[in-house]
């Protein structure tokens, strides 16, 4: 039997509503759990390590999010003081607008300095995408190369929060895809893990995604993936 989906799972906890209390209780629902880690705004980092002090949970925070648009210096700022606060996992978002704008030597620097930053603590880092905003493959490939090359463990499909606005006015997102998945899994080595995140709410999801080559799946949905999954052991489907 693979292991549970547990411990593929990067607890979400991002939502700017969320009150110190339901921060505290999605910390010890991730305990609880034994996901892979919990990922929470950079305030909430001392919570999150006093909470998880002693669990196999990683402490993951933001840097840079929702947007990427931080300075370079803000996101090392950012990533030093989250590494020293406990946070042994780093959620970067690349510079949108120079993505777009293909000034692709931005874009390398603005990654390496998060990257380097992490090395320097121990930690890791993942190299968010937004793949909502880019309009073709080749934008996706070339973030593929860039953060191989510099050295970032894993690349992510989303933020959970790119919503792009639609020709009726509304704001909607997609997240992670198969797609997606199946590019970004192929153009980087195995070196490099995938992150898959935005809109991943069921544990058939979570499979298909984990077949697809997924290390890691971000989720805010945890339990009921995981009751899902319960269930799915229970009638002898997983």
């Known amino acids: 039997m693979s292991e549970s989906i547990a411990r593929m799972i990067d607890h979400s906890l991002l939502q700017p509503t ?138 992510k499909t989303s933020t959970g929060f790119g919503f792009v606005k639609q020709p009726d006015g509304s704001y909607r997102y997609r997240g992670a895809t198969e797609h997606d998945v199946i590019l970004m899994r192929k153009t980087c080595s195995p070196r490099v893990k995938i992150k898959a995140a935005g809109g991943i709410r069921t544990y058939e999801q979570a499979v298909r995604f984990r077949d697809l080559g997924v290390d890691r799946i971000g989720a805010s949905a945890t339990q009921q993936i995981l009751e899902q999954e319960a269930q799915a052991l229970r009638s002898g489907q997983s």
């Open 18 to 155: 969320l009150t110190e209390d339901q921060v505290r209780q999605g910390c010890e629902l991730a305990r609880r759990l034994e996901v892979a880690s919990v990922c929470v705004q950079p305030w909430a980092i001392p919570l999150a390590a006093e909470v998880l002090s002693g669990s196999p949970v990683r402490v993951g925070t933001v840097v840079g999010f929702p947007q990427g648009a931080n300075a370079t210096a803000t996101k090392v700022h950012e990533a030093e003081l989250a590494c020293q606060q406990g946070a042994v996992e780093l959620d970067m978002v690349v510079n949108i607008s120079k993505v777009l704008s293909e000034d692709w030597d931005y874009v390398a620097r603005d990654i390496a300095a998060v990257v380097q930053t992490a090395h320097r603590f121990g930690a890791i880092t993942k190299v968010i995408f937004e793949n909502d905003f880019l309009p073709s493959d080749d934008f996706k490939i070339k973030l593929c190369h860039i953060c191989e090359e510099i050295g970032a463990e894993y690349v």
